[in-house]
T-cell receptor, first 109, second 113 residues
Framework: RKEVEQDPGPFNVPEGATVAFNCTYSNSASQSFFWYRQDCRKEPKLLMS???SGNEDGRFTAQLNRASQYISLLIRDSKLSDSATYLCVVNSGRRALTFGSGTRLQVQP | EPEVTQTPSHQVTQMGQEVILRCVPI?????FYWYRQILGQKVEFLVS????????KSEIFDDQFSVERPDGSNFTLKIRSTKLEDSAMYFC???????????FGSGTRLTVV
């Protein structure tokens, strides 16, 4: 089983739509969780950390379910500028972050 | 906003040559990393570095690779004898602690011909 697994997509959605991405991780001892965003041929950029209680940052909401080892990201009111690859990232205590393969989002006008 | 700086942005080298990729992490960060991303593939961990020594390395980080922090600001990745399959984007990252996210540099695109 992959350490961090994501649906590669692509998710093609119209502007204004709500879209949700899911991610599962294999190591139950994982301690920290993040969503990163990566534009084509650019570096990953931290979008938000993910906390057990769930957290929101503007149009973005992240949820963590430790029992199911599942992380989600919800984007409301999608903008064209949200088009990117979204990376689920887990710190499994190995002193380094482990990246999923990413889910590609394309927001269409 | 503080940033991680990488140079060069693009390097082309012949197979068998040595390359050194350079990074300047954020000044008050204590943990440093190298990752790579082959075109179309996921971001892969190479090595982490703390207190002037390697904390952890992946199976990719074999004897061909080495890292150094020569002067307290630069953090370098050396590939001794490059292979075609070393062609990738190499990202440097740094963090203030072990639980927060990392800040990544804009990467060095290495092309081995």
């Amino acid at each position: 089983r992959k350490e961090v697994e994501q649906d590669p997509g692509p998710f093609n959605v119209p502007e204004g739509a709500t879209v949700a991405f899911n991610c599962t991780y294999s190591n139950s001892a994982s301690q920290s969780f993040f969503w990163y965003r990566q534009d084509c041929r650019k570096e990953p950029k931290l979008l938000m950390s993910v906390y057990s209680s769930g957290n929101e940052d503007g149009r973005f909401t992240a949820q963590l379910n430790r029992a199911s080892q599942y992380i989600s990201l919800l984007i409301r009111d999608s903008k064209l500028s949200d088009s990117a690859t979204y990376l689920c990232v887990v710190n499994s205590g190995r002193r380094a972050l482990t990246f999923g393969s990413g889910t590609r989002l394309q927001v269409q006008p | 906003e503080p940033e991680v700086t990488q140079t060069p942005s693009h390097q082309v080298t012949q197979m068998g040559q040595e390359v050194i990729l350079r990074c300047v992490p954020i000044s008050n960060h204590l943990y440093f990393y190298w990752y790579r991303q082959i075109l179309g593939q996921k971001v892969e961990f190479l090595v982490s570095f703390y207190n002037n020594e390697i904390s952890e390395k992946s199976e990719i980080f074999d004897d061909q690779f080495s890292v150094e922090r020569p002067d307290g600001s630069n953090f370098t990745l050396k590939i001794r004898s490059t292979k075609l399959e070393d062609s990738a984007m190499y990202f440097c990252a740094s963090s203030a602690d072990l639980v927060g996210g990392y800040t990544f540099g804009s990467g060095t695109r290495l092309t081995v011909v």
